[in-house]
């Protein structure tokens, strides 16, 4: 998929292109020296050429215009190598997020709700402590996203990093493209009704 970085913005909105931003991290070392992070993808290759190939061959069955939609186009993107504005415009034209739990899914708030090719999001949770936590799925429900929740078993997670199911990955996407463009995904009503504004 294409590198994101600050100088190659993106120009196609939503409306004509289903984009997939797979967000990454670069390895850093903590203060004590050490860079050890259960959320690293330790396959990483491997899960980026699995997802070109989905976009690969949901392009060629796709008849250009079908619906509106030109193409299916995957973004491989590190959030650390953005500014916040930066991040937001780049979320606000993206139709699905994958990546591990963590802060950056919850620029998901961001995303291009209402427009024809959204949303969705995947989320890949490595075994261990951030196992309970629901907040990024609760939030992307609530806002109407379309939400799958990845949970890789103790035994392909490490200290290191974990190594992400890449087939189950790809299912769950094409699956969830299947059904964005059924039915496009919109704010719940209930999310914008503010019950401290409504009238006795």
């Known amino acids: 998929g294409l590198l994101a970085t600050p100088k190659n ?4 909105s939503t409306e004509k292109v289903l984009r997939v931003l797979l967000v990454v991290r670069k390895i850093h070392k903590n203060l004590w020296g050490s860079n050890r992070s259960s959320r690293n993808y330790l396959n990483l290759p491997a899960l980026v050429s699995s997802l ?11 008849q250009v215009g079908e619906g509106g939609l ?3 186009e995957l973004v491989v993107i ?3 190598d953005y500014s916040f504005d930066e991040q937001v415009k780049l979320i606000g034209e993206t139709s699905i997020m994958i990546g591990m739990h963590g802060a950056g899914m919850a620029g998901s708030m961001h995303m291009p709700i209402g427009t024809r090719f959204c949303c969705g999001m995947i989320e890949i949770y ?3 402590e ?7 799925g609760n939030m992307a429900r609530k806002m109407g996203i379309k939400y799958e929740r990845i949970d890789i078993p103790s035994a392909q997670s490490e200290s290191q990093g974990a190594h992400v199911p890449v087939t189950e990955v790809s299912s769950k996407l094409v699956e969830m493209i299947s059904k964005m463009r059924i039915t496009p995904t919109c704010i719940i ?9 409504e009238k006795p």
């Open 9 to 12: 913005g993106f120009v196609s």
């Open 52 to 62: 070109n190939e989905t976009m690969k061959i949901l392009n060629s069955n796709l």
């Open 70 to 72: 030109h193409k299916h």
């Open 78 to 80: 590190d959030f650390n």
């Open 126 to 128: 490595p075994h261990g």
């Open 130 to 136: 951030f196992t309970p936590i629901r907040g990024h």
């Open 189 to 197: 009503p209930d999310v914008i009704t503010d019950p401290f504004l």
